[in-house]
């Protein structure tokens, strides 16, 4: 941002660059640099697709070396489409802030001296609204900034440090503010702790606030053998759009595939596979996947309703030939390898990551390495997709081993998970897993989930491995299952409201479910005494071979108008412990007589 700055470096140092995308040619992956400082360096590199559908700012690694000499040194590029405005000193204040011509707009500084606050001025108009997020770990510098909005009457709407993430960990400044009218509006930038120098150089990007949306591979690596697939979790954090998303794979060999690919609208998460055929090329590779944000489909015709003759149409030529959406944004999926050790309490609660682990270079977070081996020698698949393990009992999963004929080998298994799954030798793990090794050529085994008397009601993604050995190569095949923990039994009312006049009476139905490996007796009782004018049993039972119980409730003749909320609790004895899940409401309006 300094064009002094960096003229006063070292050579061994280059400062942070924002180029545009236009300027970043896909020929070469580093250029070359004489000895010496160079008053100009041609840059080139590889553009991420995602910066062509996408405002917001990618950060490039690019190395860059003198001639003649292997050694290189990484130079930080922001590749945006989004204009930048480099503040002006001075700009301490209000009528000498930077002005920055249109919106959206990339505001780019150095906070050198003591107690410098860098001012840039914001023409919009009412009505609009916009998202800010400032940038410093992300392009390695060392700022810790505070960002702040002004509106044109000198008053200051907002003020954000630091954002606290889920597990305590402390992300970059970030707002969104509407204007509520027309005018000049200011962004306020200054360094949180004082600190000041050539270093603390930042970007704050102002752009409109729209659908976003940060999608995570489980996975950064893949060995995939010929003709076989590995598991591919996909989780999203939705901002402003809950529409379906698509993903691709990006620079991928001839012959892998991702299946399925949609992830329908309202959901977070999505089990894939990547999938290598049988021709695909051997070796290994590096490639990228995306997410594009797709416009939610048209509402479907009510039933019975003709549509009118222009969509109708339409419709008649999209069939015709039909045309994909166009994404309203394209992101790149992020893994999150560990390269640092996540610290877990005594409570199994995992520590924020630490900033060497969590600012990783752009080249790790959305590069994935794919190694294709050659065929393994038996398969994997899993006879269900989603287990559910009643607390305090077990259940069963059984797992077909194909193999190609002459393979004996012994396959063994290992199953990981977060929260409160692990080893069953970990004892504060409340959920374990017991898998037996398949010997002497056994095509099928059946591993069971086990829970202790703490587990807790969760869903979690279990990974499961299969490794087996063959002529001295080891091979392992990953498949992931949803496991949810609940209660052994399920009650529900037939309806949760009634309403009585004085006197009258109704029958309460309450329905049970059992969950596979519970046929015990549930015993149903009011949670606390109810009113002194409403009559019900003391407790009712529901029989190891029944599924409904009812019984009558009364209210008493000169029972006043009013609302009342009955609680049902139940219990039962579920394996070597007694199950209380949560009671169940009944809501009782008394009416005027």
């Not at 992830?263 to 021709?279: F, Q």
């Not at 409403?534 to 039972?541: F, G, H, K, M």
């Not at 009955?566 to 899940?581: D, L, N």
């Amino acid at each position: 941002p300094k064009e002094a700055n960096a003229a006063s470096k070292t050579p061994a140092a280059v400062s942070p660059a924002a180029v545009s995308s236009a300027a970043v040619s896909s020929a070469a992956a580093s250029s070359a640099v004489p000895v010496g400082l160079p008053s100009s360096v041609e840059i080139q590199g590889r553009l991420p697709r995602s910066v062509r559908n996408s405002l917001s700012a990618t950060v490039l690694f690019h190395d860059v070396r003198r001639t003649g000499d292997d050694a290189a040194a990484w130079v930080p590029l922001v590749v945006s489409s989004v204009a930048s405005v480099v503040e002006r000193e001075p700009n301490d204040g209000a009528e000498q802030a930077t002005p920055a011509a249109t919106l959206p707009v990339a505001c780019l500084g150095v906070l050198e001296t003591p107690r410098d606050r860098d001012w840039f001025a914001l023409s919009t108009t009412k009505g609009t609204r916009w998202s800010v997020r400032a940038e410093t770990k992300s392009m390695q510098g060392a700022a810790d900034v505070e960002i702040a909005i002004v509106d044109p009457t000198g008053r200051e709407l907002q003020r954000v440090d630091d954002q606290t993430l889920p597990g305590g960990a402390l992300d970059e400044a970030a707002l969104v503010f509407n204007a509520d009218r027309d005018g000049l509006y200011y962004l306020v930038v200054r360094e949180a702790t004082g600190a000041y120098g050539p270093d603390m150089a930042y970007r704050v990007t102002l752009e409109p606030a729209g659908p976003r949306v940060q999608a995570t591979a489980e996975h950064a690596a893949f060995a995939i053998p010929q003709g076989s697939y590995q598991s591919l979790p996909f989780t999203v954090q939705r901002t402003d759009f809950a529409g379906p998303i698509e993903f691709e794979l990006v620079d991928a060999p001839p012959g892998v595939t991702l299946t399925p690919r949609e992830l329908p609208s309202g959901v977070n998460s999505l089990l894939c596979r990547i999938t290598a055929a049988p021709d695909a090329p051997l070796g290994i590779h590096t490639i990228g996947i995306v997410a594009k944000l797709l416009p939610s489909p048209p509402p479907a015709p009510a039933a019975g309703s003709e549509p009118p003759k222009e969509a109708a149409s339409k419709e008649a030529a999209s069939k015709e030939a039909p045309s994909p959406l166009e994404p309203l944004a394209v992101v790149d999926v992020v893994a999150q390898p560990l390269v640092d050790k996540q610290l877990i309490n005594v409570d199994l609660i995992r520590s924020a990551l630490r900033d060497n682990q969590r600012w990783l270079p752009p080249s790790v977070r959305t590069r994935f390495a794919l190694q294709i081996t050659p065929p393994s020698p038996f398969g994997m698949e899993l006879a269900a997709q989603e287990v559910v393990l009643p607390r305090y009992l077990q259940t069963p999963l059984r797992v077909e081993l194909p193999r190609v004929a002459g393979f004996t080998d012994t396959i063994t298994f290992r199953a990981t998970g977060g929260g409160q799954f692990g080893e069953e030798a970990e004892g504060r793990r409340q959920v374990f897993y017991r898998f037996p090794a398949a010997t002497a050529g056994e095509r099928e085994v059946v591993g069971t989930f086990h829970s202790r008397s703490q587990a807790n009601d969760a869903v979690e993604r279990i990974d499961i491995t299969a490794t087996g050995v063959a002529d001295g190569r080891s091979v392992t095949l990953i498949r992931s299952v949803t496991l949810r923990v609940q209660p052994a039994y399920e009650l529900e009312l037939a309806t949760k409201t009634v309403s009585l006049a004085p006197g009258e009476s109704t029958v309460v139905r309450i329905s049970g479910k059992r969950l596979p490996g519970f046929v015990g007796p549930i015993a149903i009782t009011p949670a606390a005494p109810p009113p002194a004018d409403v009559t019900l049993p003391a407790e009712q039972v529901l029989p190891a071979d029944g599924s409904q119980i009812e019984f009558s409730l009364q209210v008493a003749p000169d029972a006043k108008p009013r609302r009342e909320r009955i609680r049902f609790a139940s219990t039962a004895p579920v394996g070597a412990f007694q199950e209380e899940p949560r009671p169940l409401e009944l809501e009782v309006e008394i009416k005027k007589p």
